[in-house]
């Protein structure tokens, strides 16, 4: 019983790791109509500048998920006049054209990293990652639970943005009716901008989280890509609670599934759970 | 296809048929053999991907499934893929049927992703199958020859199944269902109630692109000599076999083409000069550089071709 009570506890901690990684996603595709498969790409890149400041600098992981974000916020300011822009104007189906564009992106990425750090994989260590932490009786390494808050807080954040800020309201205005949000004087095109910087900038801190939880390769970006997808599918695009507890429960998945079923069936749980949702309910399961 | 593109691709099919007598270097033999693998590839794909617009990321699932029926079939029944790799086709078009009719009515990106599903979930399946081989795949013996006329014969088989895939592909542009698929991209809604019934369209393009693509997985299974999960579901192939149509323009037959022969050319070049990495980069690049001419190679070409025709000095609109 208690293997169960731990891995219930470690999926809720991996599911708000993951829902940090996850509400940038949900927020492009459902504010900016953006459907950025470059996201965990881009999380990626932070992890390993995460693991090289540490390494090389002594830097911490938090601190450098502090710094990591706002930095990603610009190289999102960036990317949207450059390629995103181009990429939704006029174009019959935003989500697919961008979709293209953010395969490409990320292939590119992959194969920098790889470049840049070789294909080996890397762990963030650092004295406390596996020092553990008492939660309710039940212990739970330092590194996870850290990871946990991380992307707890990153969640909240971004809903309180959304729904307690004059901008927020904007950005939803937008997305709900975008010529009654120009006619009432928003500057549409501006607020996609933004979202999409936002959520490019909450990728760096939900790769930075799951790097602390995982050791990572350039090509892992493609498995967090697929997790969060699931999750993005199932809480619904845009709705940010919804994220926070499609994570939790897949999160539970995982961690019932990682301890109780051997290892190749995590994979057929996650593409098998992924692939039946969007047949069924590719527009989230609550709508 | 006017009367003088025909004739002129005639011509390119008879002198790649007749290169092999010209005891080229076996590289340049397997490198053009891959090539034609690609032009075959991108072009089946284009059939529903670029007619249809609905663009496939995991078509590399029916090449998988067309390399594991000729590898069967070998090894239980001693045919060889050789003859066999129609049947390769068959096995992949019956597969996209089963599947098909869910899939074809997701849209946009769903589609896609879902078929990038169909793709892990059948490598995972033949990957815990002990019967397929597993994680470690299948070996199929290959009949004593000369490399020189091993070679050869994969070299036809690949030009072969190229120039049927380019004829059905230039087949369905000018067809009524064509016709009906290009609806579907420009307004699925419209084409709809204009009594188009699009599921069905989409699944007749989905069936026999799938085929196709089956039937040359067949071939590339026995040309390498060894099936597995990792060489045959490579998602590689899969980005790579739509970046070229894409590239190269899907809106008509030629694009994929070109987007195969540009594509292959400078990945190998990249390849043996820089390394696989860089090449893997352009190719990531050049999916990037797509978003700028959505019409892709093709386009720009038509687009200068109908620039530099002199200007109309009727009242019409120009003739294209």
């Known amino acids: 019983m208690n293997i169960v009570w731990t891995s219930l506890i470690s999926g809720l901690l991996l599911g708000c790791a993951y829902a940090g990684a996850a509400v940038g996603l949900s927020l492009a595709m459902g504010m900016a109509r953006v459907f950025n498969l470059a996201h965990t790409a881009l999380g990626l890149v932070c992890g390993y500048l995460a693991y090289f400041l540490l390494t090389t600098r002594g830097i911490d992981p938090l601190v450098a998920a502090g710094l990591l974000a706002p930095l990603m916020f610009l190289v999102g300011l960036a990317l949207w006049p450059t390629l995103f822009r181009p990429t939704v104007r006029g174009v019959a189906d935003p989500a697919l054209s961008t979709s293209i564009l953010t395969l490409g992106l990320a292939i590119v990425i992959e194969n920098l990293l790889s470049k840049v750090w070789t294909p080996n994989p890397r762990v963030i260590s650092t004295a406390y990652s596996n020092q553990a932490v008492n939660l309710l009786g039940l212990t739970a390494p330092a590194g996870v639970v850290i990871a946990a808050g991380l992307g707890l807080v990153l969640v909240l954040g971004i809903y309180w943005f959304l729904n307690r800020t004059f901008l927020g309201l904007a950005v939803q205005a937008v997305a709900q009716n975008p010529d009654g949000a120009r006619l009432v004087g928003i500057r549409a095109e501006l607020m996609s901008m933004l979202v999409f910087a936002l959520s490019v900038g909450t990728a760096a801190v939900g790769g930075v989280g799951l790097a602390m939880i995982y050791s990572f390769g350039p090509a892992s970006y493609f498995d967090w890509l697929l997790t969060v997808l699931l999750i993005v599918v199932v809480g619904g695009a845009g709705a940010i609670l919804g994220t926070l507890a499609a994570a939790l429960t897949v999160g539970i998945v995982l961690g019932l599934g990682g301890a109780l079923l051997p290892q190749a069936w995590n994979s057929l749980i996650l593409f098998g759970m992924l692939f039946i949702i969007l047949l069924l309910r590719p527009y989230g399961l609550f709508r | ?68 029926t000729t590898a069967l079939l070998l090894l239980h029944l001693g045919l060889s893929p050789l003859i066999t790799f129609p049947v390769g086709g068959l096995t992949a078009a019956a597969f996209a049927a089963l599947v098909g009719y869910p899939v074809v009515r997701l849209q946009g990106p769903f589609f896609s992703i879902v078929t990038l599903l169909i793709a892990l979930l059948v490598g995972l399946v033949v990957k815990n199958t002990p019967a397929l081989g597993g994680t470690t795949g299948l070996w199929l013996p290959f009949p004593d020859m000369p490399i020189e006329l091993n070679r050869t014969i994969f070299y036809w088989l690949m030009l072969l199944v190229a120039a049927v895939t380019i004829g059905a592909a230039a087949w369905v542009e000018n067809s009524k269902l064509g016709l009906g698929l290009m609806a579907i991209r420009q307004n699925e809604a419209v084409a709809e109630a204009a009594g188009i019934n699009t599921v069905r369209l989409k699944l007749i393009a989905l069936i026999l692109s799938a085929g196709l693509t089956g039937m040359v997985g067949g071939i590339y299974g026995y040309l390498r000599s060894y099936v597995s999960p990792e060489i045959v579901f490579d998602l590689n192939i899969a980005v790579t076999l739509f970046l070229m149509a894409l590239f190269g323009g899907c809106r008509r037959w030629p694009g994929p083409v070109l987007g195969a022969v540009i594509l292959s050319v400078l990945g190998e070049f990249l390849t043996l000069n820089i390394g696989e990495e860089i090449a893997r980069i352009a190719y990531g690049l050049c999916l990037v550089l797509v978003v700028f001419f959505p019409d892709g190679l093709i386009g720009l070409v038509d687009k200068v071709r109908i620039s530099r025709k002199p200007a109309y000095k009727g009242g019409h609109a120009a003739e294209r």
């Open chain 2, 1 to 68: 296809m006017g009367r003088r593109a025909a004739l002129l691709s005639l011509l390119v099919a008879v002198l790649l048929a007749a290169f092999p007598y010209s005891a080229p270097p076996l590289y340049a033999l397997s490198f053009l053999t891959v090539m034609f693998m690609y032009i075959a590839l991108a072009e089946s794909w284009t059939i529903l991907g670029g007619y249809a617009g609905y663009v496939s990321f995991g078509h590399v699932a029916f090449f998988g499934v067309g390399a594991y």
